[in-house]
């Protein structure tokens, strides 16, 4: 009788409360209470990979900076582990507020898309002022952890805003709506280095411009799941831009991430007697073969191996990051004389 009952209850909540295209087995479904539910999937907790990608230019911003020449003095350090949670914690109350935006400028499409029509706003499981007393709330966690930063950051952080503000409306009006996400879940890139520096150079710079392309590619194999729908509806995307010719795409905007990632690196001022060391490139030569594995993989007609593929992209994350916490390690243990 139990059993039944258990089993009554899940069917009930897959068909009333659940996201057609979110996980049935999250924690979200079994610690939050129902009513939490419908917020919990406007913020998408229960698929983690958003925030997961969102962060990882944080990081490895916030790990490239102590290793960088500037101002005459070498640093060879490891990266804040206060920086690192509050980067950890704003990526996932700022991830969260970005989807709920999304959700209340998405509603109409969303209705008409199958994927998306059993959201909480186009479901009707929670209303618009609700969506956006939520949106509130998590940009509220989000500014008491940009102000934890210098006066910098803070500021740059603020000017973030107008990239994620545009974004929703550009699959509207261009193919390239994965540029505007790749400016908006890029600017950590900034982020990491203003927080340590209060100010930028090349290298943040070069780093957000590959991340950029990077955030292109993986949104682009995503964007492939939804390209029947959008055609039909109107929306569009580098994945109907490219077609057939994805892979020779992402080839191009993979090969760049990497190049301007070695640029990055290389700017922090190694000649000098600092900057990144060895096991940074190994870690960025271990990731281009994650991409190449992506591309080679690809099926673009296959949604499920493209979500698969998306996903995989944190791999990346991992590695560009373990790389650059590997370098500062290795050159705290054997520094460089400087020069």
Not at 51 to 64: E, F, I, N, R, Y
Not at 77 to 98: E, K, N
Not at 104 to 123: E, F, N
């Amino acid at each position: 009788m139990v059993g039944n009952m258990s089993n009554l209850k899940g069917t009930l909540v897959d068909k009333a409360d659940r996201v057609a295209d979110a996980p049935s087995n999250n924690w979200v479904y079994r610690t939050l209470p129902r009513g939490a539910w419908p917020y919990a999937q406007l913020a998408r907790w229960d698929r983690p990979i958003g925030w997961q990608l969102l962060l990882w230019p944080c990081w490895w911003s916030a790990a490239l900076a102590p290793q960088a020449v500037a101002a005459g003095a070498v640093h060879t350090g490891l990266p804040s582990l206060w920086h690192l949670a509050l980067f950890l914690i704003g990526a996932i109350a700022m991830r969260g507020a970005g989807c709920t935006y999304n959700d209340l400028v998405d509603q109409k499409i969303d209705d008409m898309v199958a994927r998306t029509r059993s959201r909480p706003l186009p479901s009707g499981r929670v209303t618009r002022r609700q969506a956006k007393m939520f949106l509130a709330l998590q940009a509220a966690v989000g500014f008491l952890v940009l102000i934890q930063f210098n006066n910098f950051a803070i500021l740059l952080g603020i000017a973030s805003l107008g990239t994620v503000a545009i974004y929703p409306f550009l699959k509207r009006f261009t193919d390239w709506p994965q540029l505007g996400l790749g400016l908006a879940f890029s600017w950590g890139a900034l982020m990491g280095w203003a927080g340590y520096w209060g100010t930028l150079s090349l290298a943040p710079v070069l780093l957000y411009t590959g991340s950029i392309l990077w955030v292109i590619g993986y949104d682009t194999i995503y964007a492939h799941q939804d390209k029947e729908d959008d055609a039909l509806v109107g929306v569009r995307s580098t994945a109907r831009l490219f077609g057939e010719r994805t892979k020779g795409a992402l080839t191009i905007l993979y090969l760049g991430t990497l190049a301007l990632f070695l640029a990055a690196f290389v700017s922090t001022g190694q000649a000098s007697g600092g900057g990144v060391s060895w096991p940074a490139y190994a870690g960025l030569a271990i990731g281009a073969f994650q991409m190449i594995w992506q591309i080679r993989t690809l099926d673009i007609d296959d949604p499920d191996q493209c979500l698969g593929l998306f996903k995989s992209n944190t791999i990346f994350g991992w590695i560009v990051f373990f790389g650059l916490i590997v370098s500062a390690l290795w050159s705290l243990s054997f520094p460089i004389p400087a020069t």
